[in-house]
């Protein structure tokens, strides 16, 4: 067969899909280093959900949105191992396996996708020789020489985890100012924890977030929107919360003030690390975006995403920075 490398109709960026062989068997990883077939899979079962990206020129990064893999203890920000990695002994190699590894646009991480008929073939760019593979029926997945790499059909997975609506008055394309009142501003919490609110820009070129900490003097130059962000001694109830106006959620907002609780029970104690005080901050400013709970939609549905409720500390299936689940989220919602 020859691998004709372009983009093939049937597949889009940005875009969470489930892949099936031809033993009626889906792709999965729940690990970085462990993938399975699995006979079937619900709405729940995350460990067979993949997004799609753009790695270039029709070469895409597959990232999978079911891995619970510990995370490192760390007071600074770590990405999970969660992008689709080929590994090789060289260009040369018959055989090879898969991993996941954290992003780094790496080559090995780059793949073609390959149509024919209405079978796709995955094949890594870095070794162009090798494509995903199946041995048999309960193998794990690997790689193989690219002329006989198993055929693959794809399923679009649909989700739609954020509120209705959007800001009172606001156009298609939104800036939104985020303004740190002094209030939220303490030791542990600075205004660099803050400024992670731009880990949500690139993602949607409808977005824009800009940031303006407590230091800034001055009127904010004029926005679609205003979120403020405003320390709370919440009594031990919470980490954060949004509150918005009006308070139905699905609702067109006219304001919005994130609460960050500041007393030592919240993230404004050591126990907590930048990571966790990050993640929480730029979970609040996702609901501020729009964004909601992935369980609220489907129970029982927990990907990984920064939108999942808890901390990245404790709670595996959490990221520091928006994941693949969130960018599809955020360029659904706007």
């Given at each position: 067969?020859?691998?004709?490398?372009?983009?093939?109709?049937?597949?889009?960026?940005?875009?969470?899909?489930?892949?099936?062989?031809?033993?009626?068997?889906?792709?999965?990883?729940?690990?970085?280093?462990?993938?399975?077939?699995?006979?079937?899979?619900?709405?729940?079962?995350?460990?067979?959900?993949?997004?799609?990206?753009?790695?270039?020129?029709?070469?895409?990064?597959?990232?999978?949105?079911?891995?619970?893999?510990?995370?490192p203890s760390s007071t600074t920000f770590s990405t999970l191992?969660?992008?689709?990695?080929?590994?090789?002994?060289?260009?040369?190699?018959?055989?090879?396996?898969?991993?996941?590894?954290?992003?780094?646009?790496?080559?090995?991480?780059?793949?073609?996708?390959?149509?024919?008929?209405?079978?796709?073939?995955?094949?890594?760019?870095?070794?162009?020789?090798?494509?995903?593979?199946?041995?048999?029926?309960?193998?794990?997945?690997?790689?193989?020489?690219?002329?006989?790499?198993?055929?693959?059909?794809?399923?679009?997975?649909?989700?739609?985890?954020?509120?209705?609506?959007?800001?009172?008055?606001?156009?298609?394309?939104?800036?939104?100012?985020?303004?740190?009142?002094?209030?939220?501003?303490?030791?542990?919490?600075?205004?660099?924890?803050?400024?992670?609110?731009?880990?949500?820009?690139?993602?949607?070129?409808?977005?824009?977030?800009?940031?303006?900490?407590?230091?800034?003097?001055?009127?904010?130059?004029?926005?679609?929107?205003?979120?403020?962000?405003?320390?709370?001694?919440?009594?031990?109830?919470?980490?954060?919360?949004?509150?918005?106006?009006?308070?139905?959620?699905?609702?067109?907002?006219?304001?919005?003030?994130?609460?960050?609780?500041?007393?030592?029970?919240?993230?404004?104690?050591?126990?907590?690390?930048?990571?966790?005080?990050?993640?929480?901050?730029?979970?609040?400013?996702?609901?501020?975006?729009?964004?909601?709970?992935?369980?609220?939609?489907?129970?029982?549905?927990?990907?990984?995403?920064?939108?999942?409720?808890?901390?990245?500390?404790?709670?595996?299936?959490?990221?520091?920075?928006?994941?693949?689940?969130?960018?599809?989220?955020?360029?659904?919602?706007?």
């Open positions: 067969m020859t691998w004709n490398p372009a983009t093939p109709s049937g597949i889009s960026a940005n875009t969470i899909y489930r892949f099936r062989n031809t033993n009626l068997r889906y792709l999965s990883a729940t690990t970085n280093t462990t993938f399975a077939q699995l006979s079937s899979v619900t709405a729940t079962n995350i460990s067979a959900l993949w997004y799609i990206t753009s790695a270039g020129t029709n070469l895409y990064y597959i990232e999978s949105l079911g891995v619970r893999t510990a995370r191992p969660n992008m689709l990695t080929a590994n090789a002994t060289g260009t040369s190699a018959t055989t090879g396996t898969l991993s996941l590894t954290a992003f780094s646009s790496a080559d090995t991480q780059k793949w073609y996708i390959n149509r024919n008929g209405s079978n796709y073939y995955f094949v890594n760019y870095k070794y162009p020789q090798l494509a995903i593979n199946v041995n048999n029926i309960s193998a794990a997945p690997n790689l193989a020489a690219s002329s006989t790499g198993v055929a693959w059909t794809v399923e679009t997975v649909t989700r739609n985890d954020a509120w209705l609506l959007r800001y009172s008055g606001a156009p298609t394309t939104v800036t939104v100012n985020v303004v740190i009142e002094a209030s939220a501003v303490t030791g542990l919490l600075t205004n660099a924890i803050y400024n992670t609110a731009t880990a949500w820009n690139g993602i949607d070129p409808n977005i824009t977030v800009r940031v303006y900490p407590s230091t800034f003097t001055g009127t904010p130059p004029n926005a679609n929107f205003t979120i403020r962000v405003r320390g709370v001694n919440s009594g031990g109830a919470r980490l954060g919360r949004l509150v918005s106006t009006p308070s139905n959620l699905d609702s067109a907002w006219t304001s919005a003030v994130i609460e960050i609780s500041t007393e030592s029970s919240g993230t404004n104690s050591n126990n907590y690390t930048n990571g966790d005080r990050e993640m929480n901050f730029l979970h609040e400013l996702g609901h501020g975006l729009k964004l909601a709970h992935p369980h609220q939609a489907t129970a029982g549905y927990y990907p990984v995403s920064i939108m999942c409720q808890g901390l990245p500390s404790v709670n595996t299936n959490l990221t520091v920075r928006p994941s693949g689940h969130d960018k599809y989220n955020l360029m659904r919602k706007w």
